[in-house]
């Protein structure tokens, strides 16, 4: 299958902007979300996102949808050195089937 | 509150030899997966159960076969390891309602190198 994409790396300073961009695949995707995984962890649900909504904010964190354009983006306001992680942006592509982007590694330095 | 606890963490295999994953998780949760991670390759579904008692394959499930042995237990053989097969496994679950998946909880993950 086709894969989802994300840029490897991102390198912000502390106090910045962070975006991480995202492009899915499966235009009937009703749910899509942002996964973080710390250092030697397993992942956590970040956020979530319908597909029928532009916009969700959820303090520090802004998502972007863009259907037509199969455009998934996630905003972390001030960002901190606890947000290093790799975060992962995932799509249902079929029945209970989630399936995870390439990962972006987020470096957050002093 | 353990949530999804898998053994072993770390495991070191000849190539040839098997083992078997264990995952358990105590929330109650009808649907268990088996991911792999690699380097690059983010994470890559194996396979899935979506209540006791059914399995399914999901994107890779070559040289994998998993059993539902209960609502708790869902566990991933190797049969014949390969060193394709070195990456880092993790078993998740969730309460799944229909198509949605809802939010996937994750275990700390196996570290598995086959030589």
């Known amino acids: 299958g086709e894969d989802v994409e994300q840029s490897l790396f991102l390198s912000v300073r502390e106090g910045d902007s962070s975006v991480i961009n995202c492009t899915y695949t499966d235009s009937s995707s009703t749910y899509l979300y942002w996964y973080k995984q710390e250092p030697g962890a397993g992942l956590q649900l970040l956020t979530y996102?319908?597909?029928?909504?532009d916009m969700k904010q959820d303090q520090r964190l802004t998502v972007l949808l863009n259907k037509k354009d199969k455009h998934l983006s996630l905003r972390i306001a001030d960002t901190q050195t606890g947000d290093s992680a790799i975060y992962f942006c995932a799509e249902i592509r079929s029945f209970q089937k989630l399936v995870f982007g390439t990962g972006t590694r987020l470096l957050v330095s002093p | 509150n353990a949530g999804v606890t898998q053994t072993p963490k770390f495991q070191v295999l000849k190539t040839g030899q098997s083992m078997t994953l264990q995952c358990a998780q105590d929330?109650?949760?009808?649907?268990m997966y088996w991911y792999r991670q690699d380097p690059g390759m983010g994470l890559r579904l194996i396979y899935y159960?979506?209540?006791?008692?059914?399995?399914d394959k999901g994107e890779v499930p070559n040289g994998y076969n998993v059993s539902r042995l209960n609502k708790r237990e869902f566990s991933l053989r190797l049969e014949s390891a390969a060193p394709s097969q070195t990456s880092v496994y993790f078993c998740a679950s969730s309460e799944a309602q229909g198509l949605n998946t809802g939010e996937l909880f994750f275990g700390e993950g196996s570290r598995l190198t086959v030589l």
């Open positions: 159960s979506a209540s006791e008692g059914t399995t």
């Open positions: 996102i319908f597909s029928n909504m």
């Open positions: 929330m109650n949760h009808n649907s």
